[in-house]
């Protein structure tokens, strides 16, 4: 794995000392959206993935807000980002570069609501979509959606790989997915294959973040031990659970976890290890329950759900 490790780090960071042409522009104009044949599925999604109207609310407060453009005339990649603060430019910089890392073949246009709540889920109870969700994206789709400033730039990769096709085969996961539902007893959210999606963004992130290729090892383990961490407190609340989800907690966290526990397996081989993601989990539940039950305190306070934690 430190192998794999530093060869992304290298294929990261050796642009570095590379300079971005950019061109800067103002607008009081929402950005529209390129793919304006398909705004009726925009806005199921955009119904759907955004919190209770929490962004138009937010939209509302701010009447001399300024969406902020800014191009890569290189790669052509774009960010049209609001906020209630000057952004700064090595955030959007830093966005470029992500997008030229994950492609330099089809130019994206990243749009960054830049909001400062960050996902909190409160005492005694189960967590959903408010307090997780922080972007989307269409499958084949050249436009990425965020919609917090927290993590930003992980959910900038994360959506990033549904945009460019790079998600594991949907079929496989599709199917892993109602095995999973039978031995729960419930519906899990049908996009199962967001948790490798996310352990995906999350190395992404942990080398991308990372100033040298040995501090890139040391983050990946920080992450991981971050991630065990949420998955006994998450699954000390859904365990028991017999809801049926409106978000990808389980993939998310618990089985986002699990792959972590096989990480060379699935990160050279993705759409071949889903077959294995069920016999993985009911390998782990165990361990799982153990730690579960020792953070069965936790639900009694509030819990920070970021994904990345703050040591990581």
């Not at 998310?252 to 016999?279: C, N, T």
């Not at 989990?281 to 920070?304: I, T």
Request: glycine fraction near 6%.
């Amino acid at each position: 794995m430190q192998d794999v490790l530093q060869q992304l780090w290298g294929s990261f960071h050796k642009k570095a000392g590379e300079t971005v042409e950019t061109k800067a522009t103002e607008t009081n104009a929402k950005p529209k959206p390129i793919a304006c044949d398909k705004q009726a599925l925009h806005d199921k999604i955009t119904m759907d993935a955004f919190d209770g109207g929490r962004t138009a609310d937010w939209m509302r407060s701010l009447p001399n807000a300024k969406w902020f453009g800014i191009r890569d005339t290189v790669t052509g990649h774009e960010i049209h980002a609001v906020s209630d603060r000057q952004i700064p430019m090595a955030d959007l910089y830093l966005g470029l570069r992500l997008m030229s890392w994950m492609t330099q073949t089809q130019p994206l246009r990243w749009y960054w609501w830049d909001q400062p709540w960050v996902r909190l889920l409160p005492a005694d109870t189960d967590p959903g979509r408010d307090h997780i969700n922080g972007g989307w994206a269409v499958v084949g789709v050249p436009e990425v959606h965020v919609y917090r400033r927290e993590e930003a730039h992980k959910v900038l990769l994360h959506e990033c790989i549904h945009a460019l096709r790079l998600d594991v085969d949907t079929v496989a996961a599709d199917h892993s997915r109602l095995q999973f539902e039978a031995a729960l007893g419930r519906s899990l959210w049908p996009h199962l294959g967001e948790a490798w999606t996310e352990m995906r963004a999350e190395l992404l992130w942990a080398v991308a973040s990372s100033p040298t290729a040995a501090s890139a090892t040391r983050a990946w383990i920080r992450q991981k031990r971050c991630a065990a961490g949420q998955a006994a407190q998450v699954w000390a609340r859904i365990r028991d659970s017999t809801r049926a989800e409106d978000t990808n907690v389980f993939a998310y966290y618990i089985l986002k976890w699990v792959l972590m526990g096989h990480e060379l397996a699935v990160v050279l081989a993705p759409d071949a290890s889903v077959a294995h993601w069920f016999r993985w989990w009911q390998e782990a539940l165990p361990f799982l329950n153990a730690a579960a039950s020792k953070k069965a305190s936790s639900e009694k306070h509030v819990l920070a759900l970021g994904m990345t934690c703050p040591s990581g």
